[in-house]
Each structure stands twice: as structure tokens, then as C-alpha cells.
């Protein structure tokens, strides 16, 4: 009888099928899932890895491989969860011209839950018009979504729509043609066509001209972008600031400073306290778009201390998690990549490792009990501690950058010192790319599938989570129903990493396909 010990069955993981950007071997996924994370992630921006040109290819490839409807619902999916501008605009356009088998009421119900807002109807013909999806025109279906959308406006929020260029309100009007439902729109749509003024005008924008004219003095109830290239007086531009919504204020605080508002140190104190004040901060405000303002924002000590505070509030607006986690994060050097992607001079601050440690900050307050460990060609504990805030966390976490990408040594650490969380999350941009001699061709297994089924085997009913912030199209670790592969940085991934711990949700597609389109 041969020998047990030696011929005992033994199980077989799967082959390697692909390589990644960097050319690190990694596995397939579906095209579904492949697409979902590709938007997701994807900003239309050149990567550490790839091409703005490059991702489009595959997008547009990968559209024409899965059903119409799972392109409707991922445009809705990231405009709305998200939060997204250009990649829900260029799936709608992509829906849209392809959309012959959809009623028109069907198509319109996905537009109108893509295009919320004037910038979004501009991207739309932006991207139509720019000839990438085989077309220069908007066509009849095209041109009716886009009239019938206007035309369901109210004048006072076209008033606000009809900001920025390139394409200009305007331009569409002049491509679509509407015409208005009521003579109160139709004067609308002559004022920004032309800048015909009308009695028939909405208050706002009627003050707005008499106060442009010199007829009556300044309101402050004048639209905030209306303001930011005319000449307002430090008190004008004071009762803004007193005036206008958290949400104004915190995106705005560049501009207040341009204007010297903040010369005077009651207008400090004023910001800084409506920044911090817990009852102030609306419910749909998260901690990234907090930190994208601390980052972004030149101003005085005691307003960032505000926003600060303001970060922390905000982390009532996520949930924690239901198990103890172990957060492992990238912190190799393509993660300096700029997480919104680089668009020649006109470059996001916020990198990829700022995005990652963020999220490892958040878990840590929300969760205490959070293993956090740093990895690139090594591992390490992650520079983070629970007694301090989130802005501190962040930026030491952040400045550990350095070195090359290996995924499955991180999972292998875990394994070296035992560790038995029963969810692991790996926050990365899925380079992996370095690899012991012994997985350097092909045909091999990953190193981190490998030693993932290590893990397994010690922690039953282990899950892997594995957030990517970088579009790609392929995994270290197969998709498998112990195994989460979600891309994106939004708040709604804390919701669906939740339902995937509580065996709510099977996978990112799965998510996505709840949208419901009709």
C-alpha cells in the first residue's frame, strides 16, 4: 500500500491567469465584477500603472461583454453611492446610445437617476459629443432626455446650474433646443441664452441683475458662485460667510481666504466654530470629504482645528463593524499616485496612501479593538494609536511610504504571528507584483491565495476583504464566496463591507445589481 503520509490527497488551488498592471501574476475575475471596479476606482486619470486612455479602452470593452442593464445599474451605483462624476456620465452616454430595446420612460428613469444636477447634464453631452463612443451628435433619444430633463427644472435651479464652461449651459441649449413648459421657464432659458432680462425671472436671479446694475445693495441670498469673481466688500463678503450653509463653508474656505475674510479674527472664530459644531453637521457628510477639505484648504490654524473636529463628529455618519477586524495597508510607493488619478498640472492632493490610511484611521476609531499593520516589500505596525485623531493618524500612517508591493508576504506575517481576526481587509491600489522565486512563472498560485488558505485553515470561516483604490481588473486572491473584491473610497463602502461581514452581501456585483433601474 503506498505510503498515506506522502500520497494523501491534497488540495489543489488554482493557477495564476493573468498578470496585473505592474506584470505581477494575479488571477481573472469576471467581467462584471471586472467593470464594477474599474468605475468604481476609475476617475479617468493617468495611474501609477496605467493610462487614463488605457482604462477607457477597458471600460468600453468590458461594456460590451455584460448585459445593457448591469451598465444602466453600475451608472447609478457610482453617481449615486459613488459619488462620482465622469464614469457615471460615460456609462449613461454608453447606455443611452445603446439603449434601442428600452422604452424611453425606461431609459429616462436611469438618466434622471444619473444626471441630478446641471454639471452632470453638461458631462453627459460632454462626453457624447467628444466622438469616444462612435458618435459626435446627440441623436434623437439623446437630445429628447436632455430637453425633457430641462424642461422638469425650476427656473431658480437652472439659475444655479448655469455655472462653468467648456461645455457651458448654454452650449446644451443650444444643441437641444427646449422649449419651455411655462413662460417662466422659457424666460429662463432666454436669460441664459442670451442674458435677456424678464420680470418673469425668479427673485434670485432678478436681484442678482439689479444688484449687478448698482440698483439696490448686495443680499447675500445671491447663489455663492455667483460672487466668488465679483468685487465684494469685506462686509459683504463677511455676511457671507455668516450666512451661508456648513456645506458652502466647507468647500468654500479657499475662496473666503482669497478675499481676505478671514483678515479679521472674529470671522476665524466664526467659521471655526460653525466647523466644529456637531449640530451643524449635516447627515451626508462624510470623513473623506472632510479631509479632502484639510488638505486642500490655506488657512488659519484654528479653522483647520475646526475641520478637525468636524472629521470626528462625522464618524457618527459611519457604522462599525460587527467582528474585530485586521486592517492590512498599502503603503508602497505607487500608492503616491494621486487617488482621483493625474491630469497633467491639474492634480489631486490626495494620494492613494492618504486614502488608505484614512480608511485605517476610521476603522480603528469605530472599531478599537483594529489590528492595523503597514505593508509594502515588508510589514510593519502601522504608525496609528487609537488616542489620537483621525487628522494624526492619517498623516503618520501616510508617511511611512516607501518600497514595493507584496501582498501575500502581508498575509503571510499574519499567519507568522497567529493572528485569528476573524476579517481581514487589505486597503490597496492591487499592484502586487513582488513574489518569492518559487511563484515567479505563470502557472503558479499567488502568493497571497497561498497563504491565505493558510490562514483559513487556522480561523474557520475567515473572511477577506480586498478594497482596491486604483482601477484593475484582476486579484491576488480569486473571487469566492469567503472572499470580498470592492473598489472605491466612498462612504458606502463601510455599508457593504457590513453586509459582507454579516453575511448580508455575497459580492460587489451583487450590490450593484440591487439598483433598481425602472
Not at 500520497?7 to 488554482?14: A, D, G, I, V
Not at 451626508?284 to 472632510?290: A, H, N
Not at 503603503?331 to 489631486?348: D, E, F, L, Q
Amino acid at each position: 500500500m503506498a505510503n498515506k503520509n506522502i500520497f494523501k490527497n491534497k488540495k489543489l488551488l488554482p493557477s495564476a491567469t493573468t498578470t496585473n498592471n505592474a506584470g505581477g501574476i494575479a488571477y481573472a475575475v469576471s467581467d462584471k465584477n471586472a467593470l464594477a471596479r474599474l468605475c468604481a476606482t476609475g476617475t479617468l486619470g493617468n495611474t501609477f500603472y496605467s493610462t487614463a486612455e488605457a482604462d477607457l479602452v477597458k471600460i468600453l470593452d468590458l461594456c460590451g461583454r455584460v448585459p445593457l442593464s448591469f451598465v444602466g445599474q453600475l451608472a447609478v451605483y457610482c453617481r449615486q453611492k459613488g459619488l462620482l462624476k465622469d464614469i457615471p456620465a460615460l456609462l449613461l452616454a454608453y447606455f443611452v446610445i445603446n439603449s434601442a430595446d428600452y422604452d424611453f420612460e425606461q431609459v429616462q428613469s436611469v438618466f434622471n437617476d444619473v444626471v441630478n444636477n446641471g454639471k452632470m447634464l453638461k458631462n453627459f453631452v460632454q462626453i457624447i459629443r467628444s466622438g469616444q463612443l462612435g458618435r459626435k451628435s446627440l441623436g434623437t433619444r439623446s437630445s429628447r432626455l436632455v430637453n425633457a430633463w430641462l424642461n422638469a427644472r425650476e427656473p431658480e435651479s437652472l439659475f444655479k446650474d448655469n455655472i462653468g464652461n467648456d461645455p457651458s449651459l448654454r452650449d446644451v441649449l443650444m444643441l437641444s433646443h427646449p422649449k419651455g413648459k411655462n413662460a417662466s421657464q422659457n424666460a429662463m432659458f432666454k436669460y441664459i441664452m442670451d442674458g435677456t432680462y424678464s420680470k418673469l425671472l425668479p427673485a434670485d436671479v432678478r436681484s442678482y441683475e439689479k444688484w449687478k446694475a448698482g440698483e439696490i445693495e448686495f443680499t447675500p441670498e445671491i447663489p455663492f458662485e455667483y460672487l466668488t469673481n465679483r468685487s465684494l466688500s469685506a462686509d459683504e463678503w463677511s455676511e457671507v460667510l455668516q450666512t451661508c450653509s456648513w456645506q458652502v463653508l466647507r468647500m468654500n474656505l479657499n475662496t473666503f481666504q482669497r478675499h481676505n475674510v478671514f483678515d479679521n479674527p472674529i470671522n476665524i472664530k466664526i467659521a471655526a466654530n460653525r466647523l466644529a459644531d456637531p449640530k451643524a453637521l449635516p447627515k451626508f457628510v462624510y470623513p473623506y470629504q472632510i479631509y479632502t477639505s484639510s488638505k486642500f484648504a490655506d488657512v488659519a490654524p484654528a479653522i483647520q482645528d475646526g475641520l478637525a473636529s468636524a472629521l470626528e463628529n462625522s464618524l457618527a455618519n459611519v457604522k462599525a463593524f460587527s467582528q474585530n477586524i485586521t486592517v492590512l495597508t498599502d503603503i508602497s510607493t505607487s500608492m503616491a499616485s494621486p487617488v482621483t488619478g493625474a491630469r497633467g498640472t491639474v492634480n489631486s492632493k490626495i494620494r492613494c496612501v492618504d486614502v488608505a490610511a484614512l480608511i485605517s484611521s476610521i476603522i480603528l476609531s469605530k472599531n478599537p479593538n483594529t489590528k492595523c499593520i503597514a505593508f509594502n516589500d515588508g510589514v510593519g505596525l502601522a504608525n496609528i494609536n487609537k488616542n489620537r485623531t483621525i487628522i494624526e493618524n492619517t498623516a503618520g500612517l501616510a508617511a511611512m511610504l516607501s518600497g514595493g508591493t507584496n501582498t501575500g508576504n502581508a498575509l503571510a506575517h499574519l499567519n507568522r504571528i497567529i493572528d485569528q481576526s476573524p476579517v481581514v481587509l487589505i486597503v490597496s491600489d492591487n499592484q502586487s507584483w513582488i513574489t518569492k522565486k518559487n511563484f515567479d512563472h505563470f502557472h503558479s498560485t499567488t502568493p497571497a491565495l497561498a497563504e491565505w488558505e493558510k490562514y483559513r485553515r487556522r480561523v474557520k470561516n475567515a473572511k477577506l476583504i480586498c478594497l482596491d483604490l486604483q482601477p484593475e481588473a484582476s486579484a491576488q486572491v480569486p473571487e469566492r464566496e469567503d472572499v470580498l473584491h470592492i473598489g472605491g473610497w466612498s462612504e458606502s463602502v463601510f455599508e457593504i463591507i457590513c453586509q459582507f461581514i454579516d453575511g448580508g452581501t455575497a459580492s460587489f456585483v451583487e450590490e450593484i445589481e440591487k439598483v433598481e433601474l425602472f
